[in-house]
C-alpha cells in the first residue's frame, strides 16, 4: 500500500540577491509576501503562484522555488533567518492511483492562473522595447560586490534648497560593468545595524547613458537625495544617501547589479519617449536623454516630450542643463507644486494643458511612455494618460492592454 507525500512547489525569495525594494510585497495581490528587519519572505499558506510578483522584480531574487513536501514547507519565521537559500533535495513521493502528480516546470511557474483565474495586477510594461538592447543583469552580487571609485559629487539643487540632491559619479576602472540607460544599480553602505546585522544594499536608478557619464569611460552616474526624515516626517537621516552624498573624491563604494531588464529605451531611431517624472525618478530620463542626445547627429529622428515635476525650481535636479537643451530636440514640462504665489502644478495637470499633444503621440505605435518618481504620482499619471486618450477617441482600456504587451509603457515607482 503506497502513502501518497502531497509535494508543492514552493515559492521563495533569494535573500543573497534581494536589495530590499519592497516591489514584490506591493505587487502580491493575496499578501503573501512580507518582511522583517532582514529578509523579504513568501509565505506557503497564502501563496497561490500566480506569478504576479515575478516580472517586476528588479533582480531576479523572486524567482525561485523549491519542490518539498507540503507538511514540511518552509515557515515564514524561517525563512527570516536565512542568509542564502536552502538547496533542493531529492524528495521520495508516492502518488496514489487515480491522482495526479502536481504540475511543475524548470521556470517554477503555473502559468499565472489559479483555479482558473488569471491575475493581472502589473499596471505597466514587464516586457522592454523590441528594439532595445540586450540588458545585463546580477553580474555582481552581495557576497562578490564590485568597487568603484568616485569621480564625481556635485549638488544639483540651491544651497538654500531644503532638498539635498546630489549627482555622483562612479568608475569601475579596468572592470566590466555595462549598463544601459533605464537600468539601476545597488550600493552597500558600510557599517551595521543596531542589531548587528550588515546594511541592505540600496537600489539607484543610473543617470548616464550606455556610454559612459563621460562619453568613451567606463562610469556612470546616479541623482541621490539625501534622506532626513522619514515617511511620517519625523527626523531621521536615510542610512545610504547620506553616505553617498558625503563622498569625497576618490573615495571606494560597495556595488551590486547591474539590475533591470524591461525599463529599457527603444533603439530604433524613429521612436518618440514621453517621459514623466518627479525628483531623483528624473535620473532615468535624463539618462535616456543624453543618449539620445550624442545619437541625433546619427539618425535619430523621434520625437522627445518630458513632463518633470518638483516642490520649486530651486528643488529640480538638472534645471540649467535642461533649459539649455535644443527646443527642437525635447519638449521640456515643469511642474512646481509650492511656488510662492502660484497655484499648485503637478506633472498631471501639465499632461492635460497639452492634451492635444499626448494624444499624438499616444497615437503613433512609435511612442513608448516612462514614469519614474514616487508612488504617489502613479494613479494621477494614468488617470491622465486615460482621460487624454478617451478624449481623444482612443478608448484606453484596450489601448493600455496593448501599450504593456508590447512594452510601450513603463512605470518605475518607488
Not at 514540511?72 to 502528480?101: N, R
Not at 504540475?103 to 523590441?130: A, N, R, Y
Not at 538592447?133 to 564590485?146: D, E, F, L, S, W
Not at 537600468?183 to 539607484?204: D, M, N
Request: a negative charge.
Amino acid at each position: 500500500m503506497s502513502v501518497h507525500l502531497e509535494v508543492i512547489k514552493q515559492h521563495l525569495i533569494d535573500p543573497e540577491i534581494c536589495i530590499r525594494c519592497n516591489t514584490c510585497e506591493e505587487t502580491c495581490p493575496v499578501g503573501a509576501i512580507t518582511h522583517d528587519g532582514k529578509n523579504y519572505v513568501v509565505n506557503a499558506e497564502l501563496c497561490n503562484l500566480c506569478m504576479a510578483c515575478v516580472s517586476p522584480c528588479p533582480t531576479g531574487a523572486i524567482d525561485n522555488w523549491r519542490q518539498i513536501r507540503k507538511d514540511d514547507a518552509y515557515s515564514v519565521d524561517e525563512q527570516y533567518t536565512w542568509e542564502e537559500l536552502p538547496k533542493q533535495t531529492t524528495i521520495a513521493t508516492s502518488v496514489e492511483q487515480g491522482e495526479a502528480a502536481p504540475k511543475t516546470d524548470e521556470g517554477g511557474g503555473t502559468d499565472g492562473v489559479e483555479g482558473g483565474i488569471e491575475v493581472d495586477t502589473v499596471l505597466g510594461s514587464t516586457l522592454p522595447p523590441w528594439s532595445a538592447a540586450r540588458p545585463y543583469v546580477n553580474i555582481y552580487t552581495h557576497k562578490a560586490p564590485i568597487t568603484a571609485t568616485v569621480v564625481g559629487n556635485y549638488r544639483l539643487t540651491a544651497e538654500t534648497s531644503e532638498s539635498d540632491v546630489h549627482h555622483i559619479v562612479l568608475d569601475f576602472g579596468q572592470m566590466p560593468f555595462p549598463v544601459l540607460e533605464g537600468q539601476s544599480i545597488a550600493v552597500l553602505p558600510p557599517g551595521a545595524t543596531a542589531e548587528g546585522r550588515a546594511h541592505h544594499a540600496r537600489q539607484y536608478s543610473i543617470a548616464s547613458a550606455r556610454d559612459g557619464e563621460r562619453r568613451g569611460y567606463n562610469n556612470l552616474s546616479l541623482t541621490v537625495k539625501r534622506v532626513v526624515s522619514d515617511a511620517q516626517g519625523q527626523a531621521r537621516g536615510g542610512v545610504c544617501s547620506n553616505y553617498l552624498c558625503d563622498l569625497k573624491k576618490g573615495d571606494t563604494v560597495q556595488v551590486i547589479g547591474p539590475f533591470g531588464s524591461s525599463f529599457l529605451m527603444p533603439n530604433h531611431p524613429n521612436s518618440h519617449l514621453l517621459m514623466i517624472c518627479t525628483g531623483t525618478g528624473s535620473a532615468p530620463m535624463r539618462a535616456m536623454t543624453e543618449y539620445r542626445r550624442r545619437r541625433r547627429l546619427k539618425g535619430a529622428t523621434g520625437k522627445l516630450m518630458l513632463f518633470f515635476g518638483a516642490r520649486t525650481r530651486e528643488e529640480l535636479p538638472y534645471f540649467g542643463p535642461l533649459m539649455n537643451l535644443p527646443k527642437d530636440f525635447i519638449d521640456v514640462n515643469l511642474a512646481f507644486s509650492r511656488t510662492q504665489g502660484q497655484p499648485k502644478k503637478y506633472v498631471q495637470d501639465l499632461m492635460r494643458e497639452r492634451a492635444e499633444e499626448v494624444a499624438g503621440m499616444l497615437r503613433d505605435e512609435n511612442t513608448y511612455i516612462y514614469v519614474c518618481g514616487l508612488k504617489g504620482m502613479e494613479e494621477g499619471v494614468l488617470q491622465a494618460l486615460a482621460d487624454i486618450a478617451n478624449q481623444s477617441g482612443q478608448p484606453w482600456e484596450p489601448l493600455w492592454k496593448k501599450l504593456k504587451q508590447l512594452g510601450r509603457l513603463h512605470l518605475e515607482t518607488y
